[in-house]
């Protein structure tokens, strides 16, 4: 076995591709060079090898289909963890084994584990070269799939190479699908191990990111949440800044005010869709700086400045349609990869809620027949004739429900250039964020928007959230409501209760005065009947707009136990049919629900022994006050 020629005089990491060569046993070893080249001819070769569908290039230009297998459609929580040196660094939230241990376990998985397969070297960075935000990271990889994916999530390439040899710190990333092959073995489309052999393991003391058996994207494309979240959450932490699970938006008013937001939810709870939106309001533009992860670092003006790390978008598709997400449709008109999504008889895509009738015909995400439903022209159904009751009934869908695509960002028609090259005002600081948003998937309780007394009071705000599960992650909990931090739970590398304390120190670390305001959303307030009672999507800038006048001091607050809520008459209800009474209703504290809300959470935190007696002090305080001021409230 001969050792990789490699386009680099990186002593330090040549000797660890060459040690990993020699345990995992590959074929070949690629390194690769971020081309348009190169990313066409391992798409074509997955299209010759059966793990790629090339789409109709007429109506999908450069646009491929990928199906996974059914035990690999999502990240796999249970499967992933946070192996410190001492349990207590990984918290409460986090699975632990001693990385002595767990590295001892997956070596003997790791042997031999690309016999068959080529290992392919994928030198890559997350975020804007030249940006001092920016860090690097080297994934190795038997998947192409992988590779091909990456291409479009990071930026990959001759000019990581370069860095690297002037002696730059990478991230060190080693994944394999876990299916070595034997001499004349016939490959399958979509290799994998079985879930008892998935590990997702990220290792804070040595930067180490160790993934085997999933080829999932959050699972197998390690400069995503491995490297973007887990990882960096620690290097943010030693450095002084913040990784996070947030958007990135930019807001123009009609006045041509510039605001920048950030915001976290939960996977599946509309953070694309938030990121892309077109206002229904007149005048007011919205920009694209990032759908999913901010990397945020204190500026010399003691401002909070953010860059999203991605290149491109690995999107959620059931749910996204012209009315909910155009920009993020049109996002993937061209050089796209499609996971799990129905191949219509035209050589196109469809999913369900695309907002668009079904095909008459097509091949489900399964590569199983489908037909439009009979009394349902919007639902496909597994056997000709059958009526979409009778498909809901036994709980089919053509497209998976967590079916993705990923697609690059240059797509966007609405992407802020400069924002997301990490500009501002022509320099490479980032952009400087003005508001933060938290929310999540709640049917009761939680107000509209609710805004943060103070930098304290909304860091409690992100530490209290909740959210429905999805079907962003396998689970037999999916719609339960989860205390899920600050939207981080399954993605912050470290114990939490240090995580709250990070945030809070942000304070000190910057000028306090010109922190961001803190504000919490719910877009999914349910009335009686089970009903959405706020229209979401573009109407969503009704209440951005309010967000600004806050930031601008244009409009006063109703106090309240909870926090600072807008008067209804200041959310701007302009040419739409939203009632009045609605957003009343939305702007309203329930007492008894916010009671049983803060119970709630008192009991999660106890349950989790105050994240091993590292939960701030000033939480817990924040908690008993609120609790005190709702009790006395009239």
């Known amino acids: 076995m001969a050792k990789a020629k490699a386009p680099t005089k990186n002593a330090k990491l040549l000797a660890w591709v060459n040690e990993w060569q020699t345990i995992c046993q590959p074929d070949n070893v690629v390194w690769c060079n971020g081309t348009k080249k190169e990313w066409k001819d391992l798409c074509e070769m997955m299209v010759a090898n059966g793990q790629y569908i090339k789409l109709n290039p007429k109506l999908r230009p450069d646009c491929y289909?990928?199906?996974?297998?059914?035990?690999?459609?999502?990240?796999?929580?249970?499967?992933?963890?946070?192996?410190?040196?001492?349990?207590?660094?990984?918290?409460?939230?986090?699975?632990?084994?001693?990385p002595k241990v767990l590295k001892k376990t997956l070596l003997k998985l790791y042997k031999g584990c690309m016999k068959g397969r080529t290992m392919y070297v994928i030198p890559f960075a997350m975020g804007p070269l030249g940006n001092?935000?920016?860090?690097?990271?080297?994934?190795?990889?038997?998947?192409?799939?992988v590779v091909t994916n990456m291409h479009i999530m990071t930026r990959v390439g001759k000019a990581v190479l370069k860095e690297l040899d002037k002696g730059a710190e990478y991230v060190p990333c080693v994944h394999s699908v876990g299916?070595?092959?034997?001499?004349?073995?016939?490959?399958?489309?979509?290799?994998?191990?079985?879930?008892?052999?998935?590990?997702?393991?990220?290792?804070?003391?040595?930067?180490?990111?160790?993934?085997?058996?999933?080829?999932?994207?959050?699972?197998?494309?390690?400069?995503?949440?491995?490297?973007?979240?887990?990882?960096?959450?620690?290097?943010?932490?030693?450095?002084?800044?913040?990784?996070e699970h947030m958007l990135i938006l930019k807001l123009t008013s009609p006045e041509n005010s510039v605001h920048y937001m950030t915001a976290a939810f939960p996977s599946a709870c509309g953070k694309t869709n938030l990121a892309m939106m077109l206002p229904k309001l007149k005048g007011w533009k919205l920009?694209?700086?990032?759908?999913?992860?901010?990397?945020?670092?204190?500026g010399e003006d003691g401002r909070l400045y953010a860059i999203n790390p991605e290149n491109g978008f690995f999107g959620v598709a059931p749910g996204t349609s012209k009315d909910s997400n155009p920009n993020a449709l049109l996002s993937c008109n061209k050089g796209t990869i499609f996971t799990n999504v129905v191949l219509t008889d035209d050589g196109d895509i469809w999913w369900e809620d695309m907002g668009i009738d079904a095909p008459e015909h097509g091949i489900d995400w399964k590569g199983n027949e489908c037909?439009?439903?009979?009394?349902?022209?919007?639902?496909?159904?597994?056997?000709?004739?059958?009526?979409?009751?009778?498909?809901?009934?036994?709980?089919?869908?053509?497209?998976?429900?967590?079916?993705?695509?990923?697609?690059?960002?240059?797509?966007?028609?609405?992407?802020?250039?400069?924002?997301?090259?990490g500009l501002y005002e022509g320099k490479p600081v980032g952009v400087p964020v003005d508001a933060m948003l938290f929310g999540g998937r709640r049917p009761s309780t939680i107000p509209l928007i609710n805004e943060a007394k103070d930098w304290t009071h909304g860091v409690f705000m992100g530490a209290a959230a909740g959210s429905e599960i999805t079907a962003a992650v396998i689970s037999d909990k999916i719609g339960q409501v989860r205390r899920d931090p600050m939207a981080m739970l399954p993605f912050c590398g470290y114990n939490m209760g240090?995580?709250?304390?990070?945030?809070?120190?942000?304070?000190?670390?910057?000028?306090?005065?010109?922190?961001?305001?803190?504000?919490?959303?719910?877009?999914?307030?349910?009335?009686?009947?089970?009903?959405?009672?706020?229209?979401?999507?573009?109407?969503?800038?009704?209440?951005?707009?309010?967000?600004?006048?806050?930031?601008?001091?244009?409009?006063?607050?109703?106090?309240?136990?909870?926090?600072?809520?807008?008067?209804?008459?200041?959310?701007?209800?302009?040419?739409?049919?939203?009632?009045?009474?609605?957003?009343?209703?939305?702007?309203?504290?329930?007492?008894?629900?916010?009671?049983?809300?803060?119970?709630?959470?008192?009991?999660?935190?106890?349950?989790?022994?105050?994240f091993n007696g590292r939960l701030p002090k000033a939480l817990k305080k924040k908690l008993a006050e609120i609790k005190k001021d709702l009790k006395n409230m009239k």
């Open 498 to 610: 240090d995580y709250f304390a990070h945030w809070l120190e942000m304070a000190k670390l910057t000028d306090e005065k010109k922190l961001p305001k803190i504000f919490f959303v719910n877009w999914f307030r349910k009335d009686a009947d089970g009903n959405f009672m706020w229209p979401g999507y573009g109407d969503n800038s009704r209440v951005l707009k309010w967000i600004c006048e806050r930031i601008e001091g244009k409009v006063k607050v109703v106090n309240t136990p909870i926090g600072n809520l807008p008067k209804a008459k200041d959310i701007d209800l302009s040419d739409s049919d939203i009632k009045a009474k609605v957003v009343k209703e939305l702007l309203t504290v329930d007492k008894a629900g916010w009671t049983k809300e803060l119970k709630g959470l008192a009991d999660d935190w106890k349950a989790k022994e105050d």
């Open 287 to 298: 920009e694209t700086v990032g759908d999913d992860i901010a990397w945020i670092k204190p």
């Open 371 to 421: 037909w439009r439903a009979a009394d349902r022209a919007d639902k496909m159904v597994p056997k000709k004739g059958m009526t979409a009751k009778e498909a809901k009934e036994m709980g089919y869908v053509a497209a998976h429900k967590n079916s993705r695509f990923t697609a690059p960002a240059i797509n966007c028609p609405v992407l802020d250039k400069d924002g997301f090259e």
């Open 132 to 145: 001092p935000i920016t860090k690097l990271g080297v994934e190795i990889t038997d998947s192409p799939y």
């Open 179 to 243: 299916a070595p092959l034997k001499a004349k073995q016939k490959d399958v489309a979509w290799p994998c191990a079985p879930m008892d052999k998935k590990y997702i393991v990220q290792f804070p003391e040595t930067g180490e990111i160790w993934s085997f058996g999933s080829g999932y994207g959050g699972n197998a494309l390690l400069g995503k949440k491995c490297f973007a979240l887990r990882i960096a959450s620690n290097i943010a932490r030693k450095e002084g800044w913040m990784a």
């Open 65 to 98: 289909l990928a199906r996974s297998h059914e035990s690999d459609v999502a990240r796999v929580e249970g499967r992933t963890y946070i192996s410190s040196e001492e349990q207590v660094e990984a918290g409460p939230t986090n699975n632990w084994e001693d």
